[in-house]
C-alpha cells in the first residue's frame, strides 16, 4: 500500500507571493462598474487634453532647420532666448552629450537662415564647429503619413491577433481598447510636459503596443482559462505575476531616462513610461472589471454557481 503524497512545503518564493496577493487584494474586491467607469473617465479627459493641447510635431514631422555646434556648454533655456533675440526668431535649444563630444542643438523653423543662427552663436563660441541641416516640410509631410501607416497597421495587426487568439468578441474588444486608451494617454502626457510627436515618439508608441497587450492577454487568458477556484483567486494570480513583468520594466525603462545623455533615447523612455503607467490602470482595473462582469454574466446564464 503506498503512503499518501505529503503536501509541499510553502517556499520563500510562496510567501512572497501571498504576500504580494495581500497587498493587491483591495482591486479585487472592487465593484465591476467602478473598474470600469474610473479608467473610462481617464480616457475622456485625455482626449479632452489632446483637443486642446496635441503634442507639437518635431522638426522631422514639419520640417525646419537644425543647428548642430560642437563643444558648447550653455544652459538650453538661455541659449534660446539669446538666439532669439538676436534674430528675431523663436528657437528651441537641447544640449548633448557624446562618447567623445558634446554640444547644442538648435531647432528653428522652416524658412530660419541657418547662417544667421551659426552667426550669432559665434559671437559667444567663436571656438566651437558648426554644422546644419533643413528638414522640407514636403519630407515632413511624408514622414507623418509614414508614421501614422506604420502605427494604422501595427494596431490593426495586433487586433487581428487578438481576435484569432480569443474568438470571444468581449475580451477581445476590452484588450484592443485598453491598448487604445494607453496610447491615447501616453499622448495626452506627451501634451502636457511638452514632449514633441517625432518619428523617435512614433517608434515608442509602437513598441507600446506590444508592451501593453502582453499584460492585457496574460489577465483575459488567466481568467478565461482558469484553474483558481473563483474569479478573484484567478485574478490575484495573474496581477501578481503582470505586476513584477510591468514593475521590472518600467524600472528598466527610468533607470535608462536617468542616465542617458540623448533627448531621443529619454523622449522614447518618458513615452513608454507614460504608457506603462496608464497600462496599470487599463490592465488590472478596466480589463479586469470587464472580464469580472463577463465572466459573471456567463456563469449565471449558464447556471453556474
Excluded: C
Excluded at 487586433?159 to 501616453?186: K, Q, W
Amino acid at each position: 500500500m503506498s503512503k499518501p503524497k505529503s503536501k509541499a512545503k510553502p517556499t520563500a518564493g510562496d510567501a512572497v507571493r501571498a504576500k504580494k496577493q495581500e497587498k493587491l487584494s483591495f482591486l479585487a474586491r472592487m465593484e465591476y462598474r467602478k473598474m470600469i467607469m474610473y479608467p473610462l473617465v481617464v480616457f475622456v479627459i485625455a482626449l479632452i487634453l489632446l483637443a486642446v493641447n496635441f503634442p507639437t510635431l518635431g522638426i522631422d514631422l514639419r520640417g525646419g532647420v537644425v543647428v548642430t555646434a560642437y563643444g558648447v556648454n550653455a544652459n538650453p533655456d538661455e541659449l534660446a532666448k539669446y538666439i532669439s533675440d538676436k534674430i528675431g526668431v523663436d528657437v528651441r535649444v537641447e544640449s548633448f552629450t557624446g562618447v567623445e563630444t558634446s554640444g547644442v542643438r538648435v531647432y528653428a523653423p522652416i524658412g530660419t537662415d541657418p547662417l544667421r543662427i551659426i552667426d550669432a552663436m559665434k559671437e559667444k563660441y567663436p571656438a566651437a564647429e558648426y554644422t546644419h541641416s533643413e528638414v522640407q516640410p514636403t519630407f515632413g509631410e511624408i514622414a507623418q503619413q509614414q508614421g501614422i501607416r506604420a502605427l494604422a497597421f501595427a494596431f490593426l495587426a495586433m487586433a487581428v491577433v487578438v481576435f484569432l487568439f480569443f474568438r470571444n468578441l468581449v475580451p477581445s474588444l476590452t484588450i484592443i481598447f485598453s491598448a487604445l486608451s494607453d496610447m491615447t494617454i501616453a499622448v495626452a502626457l506627451m501634451g502636457i510636459f511638452g514632449i514633441e510627436l517625432t518619428t523617435a515618439t512614433i517608434a515608442a508608441l509602437l513598441m507600446l503596443i506590444g508592451y501593453t497587450v502582453d499584460s492585457n492577454i496574460l489577465l483575459t487568458t488567466k481568467l478565461l482559462k482558469r484553474k483558481e477556484d473563483s474569479i478573484d483567486k484567478a485574478y490575484l494570480s495573474a496581477v501578481s505575476t503582470g505586476f513584477t513583468m510591468s514593475t521590472t520594466t518600467l524600472g528598466a525603462l527610468l533607470i535608462l531616462w536617468i542616465i542617458s545623455t540623448s533627448q531621443t533615447i529619454d523622449n522614447i523612455a518618458i513615452v513608454l513610461i507614460f504608457g506603462l503607467l496608464a497600462d496599470f490602470m487599463n490592465t488590472w482595473v478596466l480589463n479586469a472589471g470587464v472580464l469580472k462582469w463577463y465572466l459573471t454574466r456567463e456563469a449565471v446564464r449558464g447556471g453556474k454557481a
